[in-house]
């Protein structure tokens, strides 16, 4: 068959297209390292869009550095 007609195996990846780009899609993603590395960034910056607002750990770090030096 055909990949124009839409019907076989080879156009199972345009069939899922199609109803992704018709229904949208639900997906989970989990980025993982240490703070202040760029993780809520990159997230923010590959949907173009501001899901998740920057953290300011600094203060964090100080806190833990007093903790140090006592």
């Known amino acids: 068959m055909s990949s ?3 019907i076989g195996i080879a156009n199972l990846p ?22 202040g590395l760029g993780k809520t960034t990159l997230i923010n910056t590959l949907f173009s869009t501001e ?3 920057a953290k ?4 964090r770090h ?3 550095l007093d903790k ?3």
Request: charged share 25%; aromatic share 6%; hydrophobic share 30%.
């Open 56 to 59: 300011d750990y600094r203060r």
């Open 4 to 6: 124009s007609t839409g």
């Open 51 to 53: 899901l998740s607002s």
């Open 14 to 35: 345009n069939q899922r297209h199609k109803i992704v780009a018709k229904q949208g899609a639900h997906f989970t993603i989990m980025v993982v390292g240490e703070s």
């Open 62 to 64: 100080v806190k833990q």
């Open 68 to 70: 140090l030096t006592e």
